[in-house]
């Protein structure tokens, strides 16, 4: 790749884009324009509101006791109602229920009122509602025994006045809040003047109060508030900020005419991609932070008016975000924005015309959103699982970094990063894979149907499967077992347990890989890798997995120990392993838990996936996506990340044999000797007293066996070189494979061999 | 300069299964000479070209431009040849001269050796007028200039045109034309389809006929009258096409029957 390549080809977009009047209009004027629009009709609105007063319907004034009065001069009495609050209330006072209404008609008289918006709210006192209230209060004072005065409490209930409100209605619940807050005080008055008639100290209703004091320093509150604000709004922008200019670089390009002129030039693909991937960075970026800082001036300006209109800031904590708070956010911006950019590249690459990009927005929006929103609730914390969530991770990470928790943040940096950094990479791929493909840059609209595009799929398939197919294979599996997850509780024996894995390994893994080679290739040995391997590779992976084993039991309690198994993982697996341990026989374990499962894992996987996979013409990223899909298959997210690596192992052993059994074998051994680890550890003590050399590699404690420092030496060395072993195997490569190995080749040698030829052609 | 060695293309259609675009064909070009391709709407010279300009990969057979493969050397090849087709347009929102500059930067030439090019080829072109005019305002004999310098900015070896002249009028296709005979004379091997009979009398060293994706017939103009003693180009292809078809017919007769 050259840079000056690319760094001709950004500075072409970013100025045609930026001659293109929508562009700018989209990423510079609207924002500038729209908050300080949205910021002032916001106050108008504000303003609007805030003159109106609540019209409320009181029926039974008559009714009332006469001390403490509750009203005065046909509104409430000053003492329970401040004069601010007053105002907010258009208070109509009826002494008894408006004629020809009866109590029983009430209800429905009061919906009409409300539904009409005469009233938003309407309190009715019973007409008996006095006198109760005073036969009440002298029941307490005649009665002499405390315990008496309570029964006669609750037996002679006084009927309280019923309110009818809308809750649906916004107006009108907060006109049942400001009547509601009104009538509290009076009770408390009522209250209160009973306990001075019964010489009760006032101080007995409250015993004790609870005091809560705010340990949040001003700015961390400020932080929590922004924390969930912010980065939400600049995320949507920066996603908006990429798609358009993505779409008009690729999909208005092709419409334009002018791709091929671009494709027919040196440029190779990839600097396309690059260049055009920083273009649209740099407008995702650009949109983002203006409207980043159009929005703040704006809310900054509007929240301090806000606050001078209420009259007190007291409950309105949001002042300007803390400027830690913006750092981070635009720190968090280049990884998102570079992950948006490249997904809108991909599939605006893809889009025919700008029409059709425009479709995929919604889609992208609708996988991206809940991603966003996620960490939005309470309950979401950053922790391994949520870590490896593309969008979510980064957000949560930026939220634990804005409310400056940095140690905690620190350990989740490089999952975070990582899933994202290899989501912009696979992106990336998939973009120059487009530009590469003559089937996407040349489409025309075809007639398509769900009939006509099986026949195609089994009338015109290859030997082997596409890469769309192995990808939609790969997706199948992960909703199968995702249905499957959602039946299976667990069962309580051996037998219950074996029956389960077995079955499920076979119905959902093993046949479905068997059944789509059958249907979907033309030569299902080929697919599957049925091929007898040079026997040499037997002994050799067996080997490699005995090698492996210490490192990956290593691997897996790192893991462990970085991020801990939650309470609830940790019960199933203690269930699963007192069924494995109380199996009757051992033989049986290792057929449903090593044998089953290696070979439905690697027919699916190292098989019809990794096969179709290879088409791409990377080796390396065939391995890498079957590794990432054997990992999501795995249900607790710490095994997931072990069999990742595994993974990368198992696909390596299958390309470089050119055949299944070997990574069979190896998957099988590898889950054998874990199985027979856990099961005959006990005895491990005994038998290093015996023997005391073997101390000298394993060690066994209360927490199980752990293997010493010599023998994961050992294990590193015989690794590397098994490893080395399998390299040198002559390994079939696929058609893409080889072309990209020459055109790999050719790509470091295009100036010399430019430079050859034109002397050749001149003399 | 150019070998086409039984350079076969189908395409992948939903409805029909493979598609042949091109049945194996074969020729060469040599430098300061004219190839024709000749031959109707869908006779598979888009594609032909396509192919040599890397823009698609052969399903069979091969293809070298100077020594170098089409499908495993594509970067090498674009080097060396200037490609003007009805699907390479000009940008909208370039002037003629950044649009030049451009590719003349991304095919590595030095800012001086660049700036001579563009002037005498701007000059030879009679481009100076436009050479601030957007894209966008051009009409379509300017859009085919700008193609043209675009071309041949890098000084490439092989230039192949895929009709040039469709859409212009009389006066600017015969500047067009004078200006590929120009290049010719320069040396430089040129791969030029169209489906004109005249153009193609007029300006190439070598024919090809082409329909459905077979070479009918090849040859200078003298050798294809000589062959099928028909002197008149436009007849020669008729009757060549006509017979192709029949052939067509009688074996689709000789199986159903």
Not at chain 1, 106 to 134: C, H, N
């Amino acid at each position: 790749m050259s840079w000056s390549n690319i760094k001709w080809i950004f500075l072409r977009e970013v100025r045609d884009q930026l001659r293109d009047r929508r562009t700018i209009f989209t990423i510079v004027v609207l924002p500038l324009l729209l908050y300080p629009l949205l910021g002032m009709s916001f106050l108008q609105v504000a303003q609007f509101q805030r003159e109106h007063a609540t019209p409320v319907l009181l029926l039974g004034a008559s009714a009332f006791p006469d001390s403490p009065p509750l009203l005065a001069d046909d509104a409430f009495a000053k003492e329970f109602c401040p004069e601010k609050e007053a105002n907010l209330l258009d208070l109509t006072v009826k002494p008894s229920l408006p004629e020809n209404v009866t109590a029983e008609q009430l209800p429905s008289w009061a919906e009409e009122r409300i539904q009409d918006g005469e009233y938003d709210a309407i309190v009715y006192f019973p007409t008996e509602f006095a006198t109760k209230l005073m036969e009440f209060r002298q029941s307490i004072e005649s009665s002499s025994e405390p315990k008496k005065s309570e029964e006669a409490g609750v037996t002679q209930a006084t009927p309280g006045p019923q309110l009818f409100l809308n809750t649906a209605s916004d107006k009108s619940r907060i006109a049942r809040d400001r009547v509601a807050n009104v009538l509290r005080r009076w009770r408390e008055t009522i209250v209160a003047e009973n306990l001075v008639d019964r010489q009760v100290p006032l101080i007995a209703t409250k015993p004790f109060q609870v005091v809560s004091t705010d340990v949040a320093r001003e700015r961390s509150r400020r932080a929590a508030v922004w924390s969930k604000i912010l980065p939400f709004v600049v995320l949507v922008w920066a996603l908006t900020g990429a798609f358009y200019p993505a779409i008009d670089l690729c999909a208005g390009e092709k419409e334009r005419g002018t791709m091929e002129t671009l494709l027919c030039s040196p440029a190779q693909r990839s600097e396309i991609v690059w260049g055009k991937l920083l273009t649209i960075m740099t407008f995702s970026v650009a949109t983002s932070t203006l409207n980043l800082l159009s929005m703040g001036i704006t809310g900054a300006f509007v929240m301090t008016r806000i606050v001078a209109m209420a009259g007190d800031a007291a409950h309105i904590a949001i002042g300007a975000p803390p400027l830690a708070a913006v750092g981070w956010l635009l720190l968090a911006l280049l990884p998102l924005s570079a992950l948006f950019s490249a997904l809108s590249l991909a599939i605006a690459a893809f889009a025919r015309s700008s029409k059709e990009g425009q479709y995929y927005l919604m889609p992208l929006l609708m996988i991206t959103l809940p991603l966003m929103m996620m960490p939005l609730m309470p309950s979401v914390e950053l922790d391994l699982g949520m870590s490896l969530i593309p969008v979510t991770g980064v957000m949560l990470l930026l939220r634990t970094l804005i409310e400056g928790r940095y140690v905690e943040a620190l350990l989740y940096v490089v999952p975070v990063l990582g899933v994202t950094a290899l989501c912009v990479l696979l992106a990336l791929r998939w973009a120059i894979h487009q530009f590469n493909d003559e089937s996407v840059l040349f489409r025309e609209s075809e007639q398509w149907g769900l009939g006509i595009w099986f026949r195609h799929m089994i009338r015109d398939r290859s030997d082997t499967p596409t890469v769309s197919a192995a990808l939609l294979f790969g997706a199948l599996l992960l909703v199968f077992r995702f249905v499957l997850s959602l039946f299976g509780g667990l069962p309580d024996s051996w037998d219950g347990y074996a029956t389960v894995t077995a079955v499920s390994l076979v119905a959902t893994i093993g046949l479905p890989a068997i059944i789509f080679a059958v249907i979907f290739t033309r030569n299902a040995s080929q697919t599957l890798l049925l091929h007898v391997p040079r026997l040499t590779t037997l002994p050799m992976v067996v080997l490699l997995a005995i090698a492996l084993h210490p490192l990956a039991f290593l691997m897996s309690d790192i893991v462990t120990q970085l991020y801990p198994f939650s309470p609830e993982v940790t019960g199933q697996l203690h269930v699963m392993q007192r069924l494995i341990d109380r199996a009757p026989n051992a033989w049986m374990v290792l057929l449903v838990l090593a044998v089953t499962p290696a070979i439905c894992e690697e027919l699916a996987f190292r098989g019809f996936i990794l096969s179709g996979l290879r088409h791409m013409g990377h080796k390396w990223l065939a391995i890498l996506v079957t590794s990432v899909l054997f990992g999501a298959a795995h249900s607790v997210i710490q095994q997931s990340l072990t069999a990742c690596v595994m993974g990368v192992i198992l696909g390596y052993i299958a390309i470089q044999t050119g055949s299944l059994l070997p990574a069979i074998l190896f998957h099988c051994v590898h889950n054998s000797l874990a199985m027979l680890l856990s099961r005959f550890h006990e005895a491990l003590p005994d038998l290093i007293a015996q023997y005391p050399i073997v101390g000298f590699f394993v060690t066994a404690s209360d927490q199980g066996p752990a293997y010493q420092w010599p023998t994961v030496v050992l294990s590193v060395w015989l690794t590397i070189r098994t490893l080395q072993w399998f390299g040198r195997q002559q390994y079939e490569h696929t058609r893409e494979e080889s072309r990209q190995e020459a055109l790999d080749h050719q790509a470091t040698n295009v100036s010399a061999r430019f430079v050859v030829n034109e002397s050749c052609g001149q003399s | 300069m150019i070998q086409v060695h039984e350079l076969t293309k189908s395409y992948e259609d939903l409805r029909r299964g493979a598609f042949v675009a091109l049945a194996g064909i074969s020729f060469e070009a040599q430098a300061g000479q004219i190839y024709g391709l000749l031959g109707p709407n869908g006779a598979g010279k888009t594609t032909a070209l396509r192919i040599l300009s890397t823009m698609l990969q052969p399903t069979s057979g091969f293809a070298t431009v100077n020594g170098c493969d089409v499908l495993t050397q594509p970067a090498l090849v674009r080097r060396q040849i200037g490609f003007v087709s009805t699907n390479t347009a000009v940008y909208d929102r370039m002037t003629a001269w950044e649009m030049v500059e451009y590719f003349g930067r991304l095919y590595g030439l030095q800012p001086d050796h660049l700036r001579e090019r563009m002037d005498s080829i701007f000059a030879r072109l009679q481009m100076n007028e436009i050479r601030n005019l957007l894209g966008a305002k051009m009409s379509t004999g300017m859009k085919q200039k700008v193609s043209i310098a675009r071309a041949i900015v890098h000084d490439p070896p092989v230039l192949i045109f895929d009709e040039p002249t469709s859409g212009l009028d009389v006066l600017v296709a015969r500047a067009l034309l004078n200006t590929v005979a120009e290049l010719r004379d320069q040396g430089k091997c040129i791969v030029f389809s169209t489906h004109i009979m005249r153009e193609a009398e007029r300006l190439c060293d070598r024919i090809a006929i082409m329909h459905r994706g077979h070479i009918l017939a090849e040859g200078t103009h003298e050798e294809l009258s000589d062959r099928n003693d028909e002197p008149d180009l436009e007849e020669l292809f008729f009757q060549l096409i006509s017979q192709h078809d029949q052939c067509d017919v009688d074996t689709l007769a000789s199986l159903t029957s």
